[in-house]
């Protein structure tokens, strides 16, 4: 329990010194993204014990850091008013702001529910919403892999259908076999792809060689990065990979689908 004591005492002391950096700052925009994480936290009779918190980190101008809050409801009305909390406790001045930014999910911009409209109605005023499209983007590709794999999940990282039980597995273990290539129709440029995270990068340089009809030794080894039902590049990935290795005849036809639809249409959008 000192462990714990000494942690959330950290968290205070850098939470106090974010307060005193940022007393008076004017800011014109507010930029947002959570994840849940487990807490561990004391119950009533002193035992140890975890709990879901979300925690929401809160960006200003030019993509400042201003910190972050938590909420343990996740509702759109409780993340908009644990994030003004901590703004007003932090004594930022909000009277210039005009852009609010935020993902797509519903609790984020759902109409009369989101935290960006209850973000305006806590300031009073109407501001210039910006929504980050990328989850919109990874939604046909969802749909179109639960649809050809017949598929519903079983857990975070686990499907029912055949398509999605193989990418569960280390796929990169299986050997390269002949395919068809793939038209890739897009040109990247080295500032983008310098950019890239590890993830887009491996999807990019499969989309490429999948186009020239060659896969190389060092890309065939190369692990794709773990499958979760919130991770779709990493799926697409998986799915790639699959295609280079010469899938059973039985879903052969679908996994090249969704290789080309992935080639050609999800990879594009989102380089």
């Known amino acids: 329990s000192s462990g714990i004591n000494a942690e959330y005492g950290a968290r205070d002391r850098l939470r106090r010194a974010s307060y005193e950096q940022l007393c008076g700052t004017v800011i014109k925009g507010i930029f947002f993204d959570g994840r849940n994480d487990k807490e561990t936290l004391f119950s009533q009779s ?3 014990c975890t709990a ?3 925690h929401y980190t809160i960006l200003g101008d030019e993509e400042r850091y201003l910190g972050f ?9 409780a993340i908009a008013e644990s994030i003004m909390e901590y703004l007003d406790n932090a004594g930022v001045d909000l009277n210039k702001v005009m852009v609010i930014g935020a993902d797509g999910t519903a609790v984020n911009s759902g109409y009369r529910e989101g935290a960006v409209f209850h973000i305006q109605r806590i300031l009073q005023k109407t501001l210039q919403v910006i929504i980050c499209l990328l989850h919109h983007i990874e939604l046909p590709f969802r749909h179109l892999f639960e649809k050809l794999d017949n598929s519903k999940t079983t857990g975070p990282r686990s499907y029912s259908g055949p398509i999605g039980k193989i990418i569960t597995e280390d796929v990169w273990l299986r050997p390269i076999c002949k395919f068809r290539p793939i038209e890739m129709n897009v040109d990247v440029s080295p500032e983008v792809i310098a950019g890239m995270s590890k993830d887009q990068r491996y999807m990019y340089q499969m989309c490429r060689e999948i186009d020239q009809g060659y896969i190389s030794p060092r890309l065939a080894r190369l692990k794709c990065g773990p499958l979760h039902h919130a991770r779709w590049m990493t799926k697409g990935n998986r799915v790639l990979r699959l295609y280079v290795s010469g899938p059973d005849p039985d879903i052969a036809e679908r996994v090249a689908e969704l290789a080309k639809y992935i080639v050609q249409v999800y990879f594009p959008t989102l380089r």
């Open 52 to 54: 879901e918190e979300s």
């Open 69 to 77: 809050s938590t909420c343990t409801s996740g509702t759109g009305r």
């Open 46 to 48: 002193g035992r140890v």
